[in-house]
C-alpha cells in the first residue's frame, strides 16, 4: 500500500498582513515541517491535470500534491513508469471521493460511472474516513471567494496502475495523518557512555565517570541533529549491572532513541537498541543480559486480581468467588486498558488463578509485545495454580516456577503478607502495580486500591 499526504493549496487560509507561514494551516491539505518528517525520503508526485475535479462549481487553479515516502512503499522511480493518463485519473479519484461531492453513500456509483475521469478505479475498494473536516474554505484562486467544502479526514481505495493493482491510503488531515500513519524508522540510538565500558564496568570515580558519560553521550547527538530530519526522541532507561551482578545500589542508565513517524512502542524501541548494541560486535546477548536486564526483557505482561468479588465471613475471613462471566472480565479490562482497541482485549485476555489466593486473575499482554510475547499461556504452557508444597509442582518448567513463586509473592504481598521475593512498582495507564521480572519478562500486578470501583 502506498501511504501518502495529500497537500492542497486550495484548503490553505489566507491570511491578509504580516503573518507566518503556519497560519495558512486550517488542518487540512498543508504539509507541516513536522508531517515532512514522518517520511525517511519524502517524495513528491505532482498533479498536471489540466482540469480538476468540480467543487460546489467550483474548479481550483491549483496543483494538488501526492507525498510519500520514496522507497518505504514504492521506489522513487514508480510512478516514472505510469502512464499519465493514468495518474490523472488517480488524482481525480483522490479529489472526488475526498471532497464530498456527492453523497458519501453514493461515492462508489460516481467512481464506477466514467471511465473517462476515474477508469483506473477497483470497484469496491473504496473506504472513507468516519470523521471529516466540515464547512472547509475551498479556494478556486488566489482571487476568487472560497466556496464550502467537506472533506474526509483519509480515504483508502484501490486502482489499477501499470497494469497492476495497487492500494493506497491518502490522509488530507495533518492530525490523522500524524497519529495513525504506521511507519516509524529509528534513526539513531545515543547511549549512556560507551558500550566498551559499559561492558567492562570499568567505573572508580564517580564524578569522573559522570563526566566521561555525559561526554559520550552529548558527542554522540551531533549527527542525528545536524544530518537528520527527526521527528523527535525517546528515552529508554534500564538497570545497569556492572560485571552481570545485580545490586539495590546499581543505578540505572538512559538511552536516547531518534526517530521518524509515530511515537514508537517501547518493545520496538527495545529491538532498536539491542540490534545497534550486538551489531558492535563487543558481546553476545548472554553477556549482555545480565548487565542491561532491562534492555533484554522480551515481553511484558499485566494482571489484574478481581479485588472485588468476595464473601466476607465471621473471624474476618474473606471468600473469593471462584466463577466469573465474560462480560464482567472483558469490562474491567476495557476500564483499566481504556487505550486498548476493540479486538485486543477480546482476543488477548485470559483468566487464570493464583496458589497464593483464590482470586480470579485476568492477564492480558502489552499490546507492543512482539507477536511470540502476546500469551500467558503460551509463555507458560505447564503453569498450575499449585505452590512449592505440592508434589507435583517440579513437573512445570523450572521458568514458571520461578513465575509462579514471584507471581504469589507479588499476590501475598498486595493481600497484607511479607516475603524475600524482590518486588519493584511501576505506573501504567494511571495505576500503580506490583513488578517482578522472571525469565527476562515483566509482569505487573494491580494494586487492591487501583483497582476500578466501576465498570
Same mark, same amino acid.
Given at each position: 500500500? !502506498?501511504?501518502?499526504? =495529500?497537500?492542497?493549496?486550495?484548503?490553505?487560509?489566507?491570511?491578509?498582513? +504580516?503573518?507566518?507561514?503556519?497560519?495558512?494551516?486550517?488542518?487540512?491539505?498543508?504539509?507541516?515541517?513536522?508531517?515532512?518528517?514522518?517520511?525517511?525520503?519524502?517524495?513528491?508526485?505532482?498533479?498536471?491535470?489540466? *482540469?480538476?475535479?468540480?467543487?460546489?462549481?467550483?474548479?481550483?487553479?491549483?496543483?494538488?500534491?501526492?507525498?510519500?515516502?520514496?522507497? %518505504?512503499?514504492?521506489? /522513487?522511480?514508480?510512478?516514472?513508469? =505510469?502512464?499519465?493518463?493514468? =495518474?490523472?485519473? #488517480?488524482?481525480? !479519484?483522490?479529489?472526488?471521493?475526498?471532497?464530498?461531492?456527492?453523497?458519501?453513500?453514493?461515492?462508489?456509483?460516481?467512481?464506477?460511472?466514467?471511465?473517462?475521469?476515474?477508469?483506473?478505479?477497483?470497484?469496491?475498494?473504496?473506504?472513507? @474516513?468516519? *470523521?471529516?473536516?466540515?464547512? $472547509?474554505?475551498?479556494?478556486?484562486?488566489?482571487?476568487?471567494?472560497?466556496?464550502?467544502?467537506?472533506?474526509?479526514?483519509?480515504?483508502?481505495?484501490?486502482?489499477?496502475?501499470?497494469?497492476?493493482?495497487?492500494?493506497?491510503?491518502?490522509?488530507?488531515?495533518?492530525?490523522?495523518?500524524? +497519529?495513525?500513519?504506521?511507519?516509524?524508522?529509528?534513526?539513531?540510538?545515543?547511549?549512556?557512555?560507551?558500550?566498551?565500558?559499559? $561492558? @567492562?564496568?570499568?567505573?572508580?570515580?564517580? $564524578?569522573?565517570?559522570?563526566?566521561?558519560?555525559?561526554?559520550? +553521550?552529548?558527542?554522540?547527538?551531533?549527527?542525528?541533529? +545536524?544530518?537528520?530530519?527527526?521527528?523527535?526522541?525517546?528515552?529508554?532507561?534500564?538497570?545497569?549491572?556492572?560485571?552481570?551482578?545485580?545490586?539495590?545500589?546499581?543505578?540505572?542508565?538512559?538511552?536516547?532513541?531518534?526517530?521518524?513517524?509515530?511515537?514508537?512502542?517501547?518493545?520496538? =524501541?527495545?529491538?532498536?537498541?539491542?540490534?545497534? /548494541?550486538?551489531?558492535?560486535?563487543?558481546?553476545?546477548?548472554?553477556?549482555?543480559?545480565?548487565?542491561?536486564?532491562?534492555?533484554?526483557?522480551?515481553?511484558?505482561?499485566? !494482571?489484574?486480581?478481581?479485588?472485588?468479588?468476595?464473601?466476607?465471613?465471621?473471624?474476618?475471613?474473606? &471468600?473469593?468467588?471462584?466463577? &466469573?462471566?465474560?462480560?464482567?472480565?472483558?469490562?474491567?479490562?476495557?476500564?483499566?486498558?481504556? /487505550?486498548?482497541?476493540? *479486538?485486543?482485549?477480546?482476543?488477548? $485476555?485470559?483468566?487464570?488463578?493464583?496458589?497464593?489466593?483464590?482470586?480470579? /486473575?485476568?492477564?492480558?499482554?502489552?499490546?507492543?509485545?512482539?507477536?511470540?510475547?502476546? @500469551?500467558?499461556?503460551?509463555?507458560?504452557?505447564?503453569?498450575?495454580? !499449585?505452590?512449592?508444597?505440592?508434589?507435583?509442582?517440579?513437573?512445570?518448567?523450572?521458568?514458571?516456577?520461578?513465575?509462579?513463586?514471584?507471581?504469589?509473592?507479588?499476590?501475598?504481598?498486595?493481600?497484607?503478607?511479607?516475603?524475600?521475593?524482590? #518486588?519493584?512498582?511501576?505506573?501504567?495507564?494511571?495505576?500503580?502495580?506490583?513488578?517482578?521480572?522472571?525469565?527476562? %519478562?515483566?509482569?505487573?500486578?494491580?494494586?487492591?486500591?487501583?483497582?476500578?470501583?466501576?465498570?
Amino acid at each position: 500500500m !502506498i501511504y501518502c499526504f =495529500i497537500e492542497d493549496e486550495s484548503l490553505h487560509a489566507r491570511p491578509t498582513g +504580516a503573518y507566518v507561514e503556519s497560519d495558512k494551516d486550517v488542518g487540512y491539505g498543508y504539509m507541516t515541517d513536522t508531517t515532512k518528517s514522518y517520511f525517511v525520503n519524502a517524495a513528491t508526485l505532482n498533479d498536471l491535470r489540466s *482540469t480538476r475535479v468540480t467543487i460546489d462549481s467550483a474548479v481550483s487553479t491549483f496543483q494538488m500534491k501526492l507525498q510519500y515516502d520514496a522507497g %518505504k512503499d514504492v521506489p /522513487l522511480s514508480y510512478f516514472d513508469n =505510469i502512464p499519465q493518463e493514468e =495518474i490523472d485519473k #488517480l488524482f481525480n !479519484i483522490i479529489e472526488a471521493a475526498s471532497m464530498n461531492i456527492v453523497a458519501q453513500d453514493s461515492i462508489e456509483t460516481l467512481l464506477t460511472d466514467s471511465d473517462a475521469l476515474f477508469g483506473v478505479y477497483v470497484p469496491n475498494s473504496i473506504t472513507l @474516513s468516519p *470523521t471529516q473536516g466540515v464547512g $472547509l474554505n475551498f479556494y478556486p484562486s488566489t482571487s476568487a471567494a472560497a466556496v464550502t467544502a467537506n472533506v474526509n479526514d483519509w480515504i483508502t481505495f484501490e486502482v489499477v496502475l501499470g497494469e497492476q493493482v495497487q492500494a493506497v491510503k491518502c490522509w488530507y488531515s495533518r492530525d490523522k495523518f500524524l +497519529a495513525d500513519y504506521p511507519h516509524t524508522t529509528f534513526t539513531h540510538v545515543s547511549y549512556p557512555d560507551d558500550p566498551a565500558t559499559l $561492558l @567492562s564496568g570499568d567505573y572508580a570515580l564517580p $564524578l569522573q565517570t559522570l563526566s566521561d558519560g555525559s561526554a559520550y +553521550a552529548f558527542s554522540s547527538m551531533n549527527d542525528p541533529v +545536524a544530518d537528520t530530519n527527526n521527528t523527535g526522541t525517546v528515552l529508554f532507561t534500564s538497570e545497569y549491572n556492572p560485571h552481570g551482578e545485580p545490586k539495590e545500589s546499581n543505578p540505572e542508565v538512559t538511552f536516547v532513541v531518534f526517530y521518524k513517524g509515530p511515537k514508537p512502542y517501547t518493545q520496538a =524501541i527495545r529491538r532498536y537498541i539491542r540490534t545497534d /548494541l550486538l551489531a558492535r560486535g563487543l558481546a553476545g546477548i548472554e553477556t549482555w543480559r545480565p548487565i542491561l536486564p532491562d534492555l533484554f526483557t522480551e515481553g511484558r505482561y499485566f !494482571i489484574v486480581p478481581v479485588w472485588d468479588r468476595y464473601t466476607d465471613l465471621p473471624e474476618g475471613v474473606v &471468600l473469593r468467588h471462584a466463577i &466469573l462471566s465474560h462480560s464482567r472480565a472483558r469490562r474491567i479490562a476495557t476500564t483499566v486498558f481504556p /487505550l486498548a482497541d476493540n *479486538t485486543f482485549i477480546p482476543d488477548h $485476555l485470559e483468566i487464570f488463578t493464583s496458589p497464593a489466593s483464590q482470586m480470579v /486473575l485476568l492477564g492480558l499482554p502489552d499490546i507492543d509485545n512482539d507477536l511470540e510475547f502476546m @500469551s500467558l499461556e503460551d509463555a507458560h504452557p505447564t503453569y498450575q495454580s !499449585i505452590d512449592g508444597s505440592n508434589a507435583h509442582f517440579a513437573f512445570q518448567e523450572v521458568n514458571t516456577q520461578d513465575f509462579n513463586i514471584s507471581l504469589s509473592a507479588a499476590i501475598a504481598k498486595l493481600t497484607g503478607a511479607t516475603n524475600n521475593v524482590i #518486588l519493584g512498582e511501576d505506573e501504567f495507564y494511571g495505576r500503580i502495580w506490583t513488578t517482578f521480572v522472571s525469565d527476562y %519478562k515483566e509482569y505487573h500486578v494491580l494494586h487492591n486500591e487501583e483497582y476500578p470501583l466501576d465498570y
